[in-house]
């Protein structure tokens, strides 16, 4: 929450003009008293409250050749790659989180809407879907994998036909927040077969089966291990990344020893890492045992210096190689492993955004490429 209020803060500053939706539009006396200059503020999934506050500060005389929406709708994305949400709500009660107060149990949008979504994409130059929602492998559940209708063809509303679908539109296909049920072992033959990029994103979180309980997240470190040995050897050029919070409530210095730990035998290829911040209405705040601000904040530190240590040698061992980047700008582009704005980047010299290009890599820090155009 501090975070989307720092957000809100810098682009005040920028223009001074902001509308807040998503999410936090629903803590409307919380955004006012921080930034009471806010021109409105609206709740997730309100297009028509968005666009009314616009037009009441931006107005302008109506065109029906420019006014009319395409049938890719409106995206704040580059051209060339647009996120694609196939489902909204969760049916977790994550206790760090507030996600299923504010929008509720999964409800899983139908998949033949989701494919005209993306075919749409596709034909109006989107060279790259970033699948995305609260639960992105438990899409379908809600729906018991009701069977839909894509260009005629029987596809059931679950995240490995989708993935099927999807892989067959010759764009990149990215996979983010995917809880590790055990059908997420289905999609990684999808991506050594090439049909969808060999990455994934699964918040992890923690590590210590203590913490993990408290946090109310499934799965165990010693289960998470075996499947990342099973992905690697049906898909070695997986990339795997995960998001972790330290300084739960209740964290020990040995938990969170065991989180390094963890570290070092999963040899993950990208991480993020939160210092727990308490969220207004979330079950954690009443957990015992608080870790002080201090020891949150070393934690973290301690974390992000021993991922960039693994980090920078999984990079390492990519130079003389040539990578497949799509270009985000003049020199500057993503290779397979590097979803935007969260992972590194590859770096050379020239290029056009959306463009595939080729590129030898000569060195390597702990987060970005460097190397040249073939």
Not at 195 to 218: E, G, N, T, W
Request: proline share 7%; glycine share 10%.
């Amino acid at each position: 929450m501090e975070e989307s209020l720092g957000a809100i803060g810098e682009a005040l500053a920028e223009n001074g003009k902001v509308v807040v939706t998503g999410c936090l539009g629903v803590k409307q006396e919380l955004i006012r008293t921080r930034h009471p200059s806010v021109l409105a503020i609206t709740g997730p999934h309100d297009t028509p409250g968005v666009m009314t506050a616009v037009h009441a500060h931006l107005p302008k005389p109506h065109d029906p050749y420019t006014d009319l929406v395409p049938a890719q709708g409106v995206k704040l994305t580059p051209q060339h790659y647009a996120y694609l949400k196939i489902s909204e709500g969760c049916n977790h009660r994550c206790t760090f989180c507030i996600i299923p107060s504010m929008r509720g149990d999964l409800v899983s949008r139908p998949i033949a809407e989701v494919m005209q979504e993306a075919g749409n994409l596709v034909k109006a130059g989107v060279k790259e879907l970033l699948v995305i929602s609260q639960d992105t492998s438990a899409y379908g559940v809600d729906v018991k994998y009701r069977t839909g209708f894509v260009g005629g063809r029987p596809v059931k509303t679950r995240m490995t036909d989708l993935c099927r679908a999807l892989g067959e539109l010759g764009v990149w296909v990215r996979l983010h927040y995917v809880y590790p049920y055990p059908h997420v072992d289905e999609v990684i033959p999808l991506m050594a077969e090439g049909k969808i990029l060999p990455y994934l994103d699964v918040p992890f979180q923690h590590a210590s089966p203590r913490v993990l309980k408290l946090m109310k997240r499934p799965a165990s470190a010693e289960k998470v291990l075996e499947r990342l040995r099973r992905w690697r050897e049906i898909c070695p050029e997986i990339t795997v990344r995960s998001t972790f919070i330290v300084g739960f409530p209740g964290e020990t210095e040995a938990e969170f020893s065991e989180l390094l730990q963890f570290l070092q035998e999963a040899q993950l290829d990208r991480v993020g890492c939160f210092a727990y911040s308490p969220v207004d209405g979330a079950a954690a705040n009443g957990l015992p045992d608080a870790v002080p601000e201090e020891i949150k904040q070393s934690r973290r530190g301690r974390f992000m210096a021993a991922q960039e240590k693994i980090s920078r040698e999984k990079l390492k061992r990519k130079i003389g190689q040539t990578v497949e980047v799509l270009v985000d700008g003049p020199g500057v582009g993503r290779s397979s492993a590097d979803a935007p704005e969260i992972d590194g980047v590859v770096h050379f010299e020239g290029g056009k955004p959306g463009e595939f290009r080729d590129v030898m890599v000569d060195r390597a820090d702990e987060h970005d490429l460097y190397g040249r155009l073939q």
